[in-house]
């Protein structure tokens, strides 16, 4: 049972009880360096539970400071509604990899965390406890999004500061990930993707890393057709964008040319009876000229006039385009691109 005291009277408290803590703990490891060089994890967390304990005598604190087993965040509660999370490193900086930006198995009745942070590498080792959100200046990704801790970060220099949103405006929203990721796609340089989002917010991507020569003939199909829409620039022999969502999605080709351009040229009859001939990334797309069309119609259900009448026309608007794109990027000569286009998805 982890007993309460009143968050908004006792704050200011909390944060001197905090400094007390730094104390001593930095005390303790001058008089004992090579004890706390070995505490790494909960062991670490065993000593800044005891250095509460201790400092929290004669507080409103006393007697409510728990530690919390098993994964949970924070790692130690105090008076029930205040945390705080405990890092380290054997390295001499400041900085280690935090939680999860998700933040699924927070603690409920917490409000404020903050963070104690040992440096046990070099001398002296020192202890440093701040606000939780003061010491956050990134976003990494390993199994999940998590943060970066520095816990010598300057004033306006937090990933929350970055993105423009506060970190308890963050957390409690339902999807944290997707201004994260609105924040990184926008810092992105030509040639550069977010691994670990799709393309699109709402976009998922695989957590599994697939060889294409693995996957199934539909899937295949798909992803090559998904190229040809969306990445006009494939008919021209430029994959490099259609590369990097590939690998967003899981799935690494060795020779992705060959999606596009084996089988050598096709021959093609236009309505006026002439044969040209055009690279053999026109087969791919007169074949499947139905998955086409799936990948690049968007309906608006909303709409409140003739659904058949409106998706004519914008459906042929969205083709005309595509067609004008897909022109401008391949060798052949447009007119002819365009006229080829028009003859088999149009006839």
Sequence with gaps: MIAHVNNKSNFEEFKTLMKRVDLYLNNDAKNRPSYYRSR?????????KRALSECAI???????????????????????????????????????????ILETTRIKSVESIYMTF???????????????????????????????????????????DKIGISYDALRKMDNPIAPVSRYYRNQLKEGESLWWTGDTLEESVSVKIRIWK????????????????????????????????????????????????????????????????????????????????????????????????????????????WFDRVSRETPIDYETSIEVLKTYFFK
Aim: net charge negative.
């Design 214 to 321: 693995t996957l199934s003939s539909e899937e295949k199909l798909y992803c090559t057709i998904f190229g040809c829409v969306n990445y006009p620039e494939v008919f021209r022999g430029n994959y490099d964008r259609y590369a990097l969502w590939l690998t967003s999605q899981g799935i690494v080709d060795h020779h992705i040319r060959d999606q596009f351009s084996s089988g050598g040229q096709e021959t093609v009859l236009l309505s006026d009876g002439r044969k040209v001939k055009l690279p053999g990334i026109y087969r791919r797309i007169l074949s499947h000229k139905e998955l086409v069309q799936e990948l690049l119609y968007k309906k608006d259900s909303s709409m409140i006039y003739d659904q058949k009448q409106v998706d004519y026309f914008s459906n042929r608007a969205s083709l005309l385009s």
């Design 118 to 160: 040992g440096k046990l590498g070099g001398s002296p080792i020192k202890f440093l406890s701040k606000p939780y959100e003061e010491c956050l200046y990134e976003i990494a990704v390993t199994h999940m999004p998590r943060y970066l801790i520095n816990m010598r970060l300057e004033e306006g220099d937090t990933i929350f």
């Design 40 to 48: 790494v994890g909960n062991l670490l967390e065993d000593d800044v």
């Design 58 to 100: 004669n507080t409103p604190f006393e007697g409510t400071v728990q530690k919390i087993s098993g994964q949970r965040f924070p790692d130690i509660v105090v008076g029930g509604c205040f945390g705080v999370e405990v890092k380290s490193t054997q390295q001499d900086h400041w900085k280690s990899t935090g939680s999860s």
